[in-house]
Nanobody, 125 residues
C-alpha cells in the first residue's frame, strides 16, 4: 500500500513562493508517475503538474506554466512542487498523487490510484 504525505503548505502574500513536498512510502516510488492536483472551495479537483517516473518529462496546467516547477528525487522517494509568483487564484488544497500502473494520460485524475491527504495553500492579495 502506497502512502503519500504532503507538507509545505501555508499562507503567503501574492507574489510570494512556497515549496510543497510529497513523501512516498510503501511502494516502488521510482517507477511511478507523480502528479499534483488542487481543489478550491466549490470547485472540482484540477490538474496542476505531473512528472514521469524518469523525471524526463514534465507537464503543467496552462494556469501555472512558467511559475510552478515539479521535480522528483527517487533516492529520497520525494516529489516537490516549487510555486513562485503565487496569485490569490492559486489558493486551494494541494494533493499529491501516484500513478503506479503507468497508464493513462498524466493530466487526468483517473490515471492516479494513490492520493495524499492534501495541504492547504492560501494566497492573500
Amino acid at each position: 500500500q502506497v502512502q503519500l504525505v504532503e507538507s509545505g503548505g501555508g499562507w503567503v502574500q501574492a507574489g510570494g513562493s512556497l515549496r510543497l513536498s510529497c513523501a512516498a512510502s510503501g511502494g516502488t516510488f521510482s517507477s511511478y508517475a507523480m502528479g499534483w492536483f488542487r481543489q478550491a472551495p466549490g470547485k472540482e479537483r484540477e490538474f496542476v503538474a505531473a512528472i514521469r517516473w524518469t523525471g524526463a518529462y514534465e507537464y503543467y496546467a496552462d494556469s501555472v506554466k512558467g511559475r510552478f516547477t515539479i521535480s522528483r528525487d527517487n533516492a529520497k522517494n520525494t516529489v516537490l512542487l516549487q510555486m513562485n509568483s503565487l496569485k490569490p487564484e492559486d489558493t486551494a488544497v494541494y494533493y499529491c498523487a501516484a500513478n503506479s500502473r503507468g497508464l493513462g494520460p498524466p493530466l487526468s485524475r483517473r490515471s492516479y490510484d494513490y492520493w495524499g491527504q492534501g495541504t492547504q495553500v492560501t494566497v492573500s492579495s
